[in-house]
Nanobody
Framework: QVQLVESGGGLVQAGGSLRLSCAAS????????IGWFRQVPGKEREFVAA????????YYADSVKGRFTISRDNAKSTGYLQMNSLKPEDTAVYYC????????????????WGQGTQVTVSS
């Protein structure tokens, strides 16, 4: 089992920045790829970004490419999502997730999930 806890969400004005953290426990963190997803009420959970276990590979949704940066610190068992140039349409609950294989962009491909953290971007 892997337990994930997100933090760092909040209210920010458009154009601002936030950094989300995903603290993991339970298993060897570097064995797992990490994905970030987001969801707004009434819509499906949407892929945002993913990073491989070693951190050497990353992948982004087109909607966040160039504005968001995913990273990880395996020594701290923590993943991060740096969000810059935030837009109102980035408002959502953000979730981190973990899976042992690289390359997942669908929620069903991930085995472990955090509880989510709310990000609200005001215009």
């Amino acid at each position: 089992q892997v337990q994930l806890v997100e933090s760092g969400g909040g209210l920010v004005q458009a154009g601002g920045s936030l950094r989300l953290s995903c603290a993991a426990s339970g298993r060897t963190f570097s064995n797992y790829a990490i994905g970030w997803f987001r969801q707004v009420p009434g819509k499906e959970r949407e892929f945002v970004a993913a990073i491989s276990g070693g951190g050497g590979r990353t992948y982004y949704a087109d909607s966040v490419k160039g504005r968001f940066t995913i990273s990880r610190d395996n020594a701290k068992s923590t993943g991060y999502l740096q969000m810059n140039s935030l837009k109102p349409e980035d408002t959502a609950v953000y979730y981190c997730a973990a899976r042992m294989l690289w390359g997942g962009t669908e929620p069903k491909q991930y085995d472990y999930w955090g509880q989510g953290t709310q990000v609200t971007v005001s215009s």
